[in-house]
């Protein structure tokens, strides 16, 4: 059964700090990994989303790199800001029939001014 | 375009009582998903659709029905409410491409007395 976890489950940093978010997964089987922001009270927004076949994706100061081969990515945030605050998740799409994501339980990110 | 949108965004129930979530996608999305989210447990699959007409199981069903009679719809239903099932509700649309992500609606808290 694949399992997802996230390192660390909270996180506190001073603004203008970099900062990595670890997650991994039990089977390399995976179709995509995704890493998804969630503010209190609220709903998942995609931040990123890495193909089986890809290494890396950037966006803006974030940067998600993926090592299928040994089940774990990275949520690189650059210069972060108070803004940066929320829950991240990690979640990926089995390779096989349905589409379904497996989430890790989040790791929760405050960043002070 | 709204996207994703679930109602109601709030409910309490008590033990026994009966009702329906409904979730609604105006992308024309082929997939649709109902999620919950637990503290310490992260989000876990309930229900899931793969187009109108179809529906399957997730990691948590028990309890739950669901229905896909239009494409743009995904209704969730609680016959006999427990306890157990409080819980933020997120339903979820994505298309069929696997290279896409899933988007989520803003959630629903259910609490069950």
């Known amino acids: 059964k694949q399992e997802v976890t996230q390192i660390p489950a909270a996180l506190s940093v001073p603004e203008g700090e970099n900062l990595v978010l670890n997650c991994s997964f039990t089977?390399?089987?995976?179709?995509?990994l995704q890493w998804f922001r969630q503010d209190p009270g609220k709903g998942l927004t995609s931040l990123l989303l890495i193909q089986s076949s890809q290494r890396e994706q950037t966006s803006g100061r974030l940067n998600a790199s993926l090592d299928k081969s040994s089940g774990r990515s990275t949520l690189y945030i650059a210069a972060s800001q108070p803004g940066d605050s929320a829950t991240y998740l990690c979640a990926v799409t089995l390779n096989q029939a349905g589409t379904a994501l497996i989430f890790g339980k989040g790791t929760t990110l405050s960043v002070s001014s | 375009n709204a996207g994703v949108t679930q109602t109601p965004k709030f409910r309490v129930l008590k033990t026994g009582q009966s009702m329906t979530l409904l979730c609604a996608q105006d992308?024309?999305?082929?997939?649709m998903y109902w999620y919950r989210q637990d503290p310490g447990m992260g989000l876990r699959l309930i229900h899931y659709s793969v187009g109108e007409g179809t529906t399957a199981k997730g990691e948590v069903p028990d309890g739950y029905n669901v229905s896909r009679l239009k494409k743009q719809n995904f209704l969730l239903g609680l016959e006999s409410a427990a306890p157990s099932q409080t819980s933020v509700y997120f339903c979820?649309?994505?298309?069929?491409?696997?290279?896409?992500?899933?988007?989520f609606g803003p959630g629903t808290r259910l609490t069950v007395l």
């Open positions: 992308m024309n999305h082929e997939y």
């Open positions: 089977d390399s089987a995976i179709y995509n």
């Open positions: 979820a649309s994505s298309p069929a491409e696997l290279t896409d992500t899933q988007y």
